[in-house]
C-alpha cells in the first residue's frame, strides 16, 4: 500500500458498492488480518461477481481513477478461486501438490529452454528480439512458481554442463522470482524481474566459446572480453521495445559489487538498487552451484557459506539472508544422504524446522543398490534420520535425471 499523502486518497468500500470501471487497489480480509494485492481495474459485472464467489467482502479502491467502462485498459486477475486458495497464496503455501505441478513445470522448463536457445541464435544473426514471446514464458514461469515453485526449483537443479549458458539464465529466472515472490513484491515487479533474469547473460553469446569454457585462469584481455557481455547485452535490450527499467537493472546491475569492485561502472553501494542486489546474488549462487566444462559445481551450503562471506564487500547482507530463507538450508532438489545410508532429493521445505525437510529417498549407499521410493518426512523420523551431508551424483554413479524421472512421476 503507498504510504503519506497518497495514501489517504484510497478509500475501503463494500464489495456490494464496488461498480464496473472502479480501481481496486487491493483486496481486503478484515476478518483474517490479510490484504490481498490484485490491483486493476474491474471491467465487467462479472468480475465483482467472480469477487464475492470468492468470499471476498471488502475491496479498496482508488476513487481518482474511475474509468468508463468502454474505455477501460486494464482487467483485474482473473479470481475464481476459494478463499482458502487466495489465502495460501497469501501466506506462500502451494496452492496444489508438487506432483501435480510437475508434469507442466517440465514441459514449461522444456519449452523455455529452447526459447533461450533461439534468443541466443537470434541475438548472433542480429534479429530482432521478440520480448511479447519471451514475456508469456516468463509470466507462465511466475505462475508456475505461484502454483507451487517447488517443481521448477527441483528442475532447475538438474544440469547439462554443455548447456551452461542457456540453463543459467533460465535457472536464475525461477530463482529471481521465488526471491522476489518471498520478499512479497508486487506480481507485475515479480513478472518483471523475472524476464530480466531469463535475459541477464544475453551478451555471452558474443563471447567467444574458447574463451567462456577456458580452463584455469583468464588472462587480463581475456577477462575485459568478458566483461563486454553486460554492454552487449544491454545493448540488444536497448532497441528493443516494452522493455522495463525493472528488467534493465538486472542486465545492467547484475556484476556490480558494493565495494565497487564490480563491472561495468564499478557501481558501489549508493549506486547499486535493489533489484542489481538481488540480481547479483541470483547469479552468482547459481554460476557456483551449476557444473561447468572447467569447473564442478559446489553444493548449495557451500555457495551460501561463501555469499555470507562476502556479505558487504560484494553482497547485501540483508538480502542474502532473505535468499537464504527463501530457498531454505537444504534447497528443494538438493541430493542428500542421510545418517541412515539412504540417498534421495529434498522434495519439500520445512520452515518450521529447516533442517528436518521432506526427503524422496531412491537409492541406500551402504547397499549400493536402488529402493523402494519413499517419502520421508525428516521432522517426523520415526528412526530419527537426518541430513548427514549434501552429495554430488558422481560420488555414486547415479543417473539423477532418470531416478527424479522415476521418484516424481512414480
Known amino acids: 500500500m503507498p504510504s503519506d499523502s497518497k495514501e489517504q486518497n484510497f478509500k475501503e468500500i463494500s464489495i ?32 465483482i461477481m467472480q469477487l464475492k464467489d470468492a468470499g471476498i467482502k471488502r475491496v479498496i479502491i482508488d476513487p481518482g481513477r474511475k474509468k468508463a467502462v468502454e474505455e477501460v485498459d486494464k482487467v483485474m486477475p482473473n479470481i475464481n478461486s476459494s478463499p482458502l486458495s487466495i489465502l495460501n497464496k497469501v501466506r506462500g503455501k502451494p496452492e496444489i501438490p508438487m506432483e501435480d505441478e510437475l508434469k507442466q513445470a517440465q514441459a514449461l522448463y522444456g519449452s ?27 509470466d507462465a514461469m511466475v505462475d508456475s512458481i505461484f502454483r507451487n515453485q517447488d517443481a521448477l526449483a527441483c528442475l532447475s537443479r538438474l544440469r547439462s554442463k554443455s548447456d551452461y549458458l542457456m540453463e543459467h539464465s533460465l535457472n536464475c529466472s525461477i530463482l529471481m522470482a521465488m526471491f522476489a515472490k518471498h520478499l512479497n513484491f508486487d506480481r507485475d515487479v515479480i513478472e518483471q524481474l523475472t524476464l530480466g533474469a531469463f535475459l541477464h547473460d544475453l551478451g ?43 528488467t534493465m537493472t538486472c542486465i545492467k546491475e547484475h556484476h556490480e559489487r558494493l565495494d565497487g569492485s564490480g563491472y561495468p561502472k564499478g557501481l558501489d553501494d549508493e549506486d547499486i538498487g535493489k533489484y542489481g542486489r538481488m540480481m547479483a546474488i541470483v547469479d552468482s549462487y547459481d554460476a557456483m552451484t551449476s557444473d561447468k566444462c572447467y569447473k564442478a559445481a559446489i553444493h548449495p551450503t557451500a555457495a551460501f557459506k561463501t555469499l555470507i562471506q562476502e556479505t558487504n564487500s560484494a553482497y547485501d547482507e540483508a538480502l542474502v539472508e532473505k535468499f537464504i530463507q527463501c530457498l531454505g538450508v537444504y534447497p528443494v532438489g538438493t541430493l542428500v544422504q542421510l545418517n541412515s545410508g539412504k540417498i534421495g532429493l529434498i522434495s519439500e521445505l520445512n520452515r518450521e524446522k529447516p533442517t528436518s525437510p521432506m526427503v524422496k529417498v531412491f537409492y541406500n ?46
Open 16 to 47: 456490494d458498492a464496488l461498480k464496473p470501471g472502479m480501481y481496486v487497489k487491493s483486496i481486503s480480509y478484515q476478518d483474517k488480518g490479510f490484504i490481498l494485492k490484485s490491483e486493476g481495474y474491474v471491467l465487467s459485472i462479472a468480475k
Open 204 to 246: 555471452k553469446v558474443f563471447i567467444p566459446s574458447e574463451i567462456l569454457d577456458k580452463p584455469g585462469s583468464l588472462t587480463p584481455k581475456e577477462q575485459s572480453i568478458v566483461k563486454t557481455h553486460v554492454a552487449l547485452g544491454a545493448k540488444i535490450l536497448e532497441d528493443t521495445p516494452h522493455i522495463s527499467h525493472i
Open 112 to 138: 523455455a529452454k529452447d526459447l533461450q536457445s533461439k534468443i541466443l541464435s537470434n541475438a548472433l544473426t542480429d534479429r530482432a528480439l521478440n520480448a511479447e514471446e519471451v514475456r508469456e514464458t516468463t
Open 365 to 410: 549407499a551402504r547397499l549400493a543398490q536402488t529402493i523402494p521410493i519413499e517419502d520421508i518426512d525428516l521432522s517426523q523420523s520415526n528412526y530419527k534420520e537426518q541430513i548427514d551431508k549434501c552429495i554430488r551424483p558422481e560420488e555414486f554413479n547415479l543417473n539423477l535425471l532418470s531416478f527424479f524421472k522415476t521418484a516424481f512421476n512414480h
